[in-house]
C-alpha cells in the first residue's frame, strides 16, 4: 500500500502553535508530513533556515511521521522528488483563500498529480501568525500560549 505523504510547506518564521495544529491535525489524514522550510533569500526572515529547522526538529524530534526539510525552488517539483503528491496548508481566514486558491491552480497546472489540501486550524489559532508573534514578542509582549516553550526561547533570545 503506498503511503499518503504530505509536504507541509512555509516560512515558520517562528513556528507557532497553528502551525503545529495543522501538523498534528494532518497526521490524522496523512501517514508523513514533510514539514519544509521555504528558502526565500528575497524575505527578511528573523530566523535563519537552519534555525527555523531546528525549532521544527526540536518539537517532533520523537515523531516518526513529521521529516524536517527545507527547499528552493518549485513547490511542485520538490514534492515530486520527495514523493509526496500533496501540498498540506492552513486556511486561516477568507483573507487567506485568494492567494492559497491561486497557487493551487498554478501548481495544478504545473504537475496535475498533485493535489492540495486545506485544514481549517482549531478556532483559538485562527488569528495566529508569525508576524503577529514576532510583533508581540518584540515589544516584550506574553506570547507562551502562541508558541511552543523552545520557541519561546529562541524569541527572546533573539529579540530581547
Partial sequence: MNEKKAIYPGSFDPPTNGHLDIIDRGLTVFDAIIVSVIVNPSKDALFSVKERKEMLCDIYSSNPRVEIDSFEGLLVEYASKKGAN???????????????????????????????????????????????VKEVSSLRGDVSTLVPVSVEKQLKKKLL
Fill in 86 to 132: 500533496t501540498i498540506l496548508r492552513g486556511l486561516r481566514a477568507v483573507s487567506d483563500f485568494e492567494y492559497e486558491f491561486q497557487m493551487a491552480l498554478m501548481n495544478r497546472k504545473l504537475n496535475p498529480e498533485i493535489k492540495s489540501v486545506y485544514l481549517m486550524p482549531s478556532p483559538e489559532f485562527t488569528f495566529l501568525s508569525s508576524s503577529i
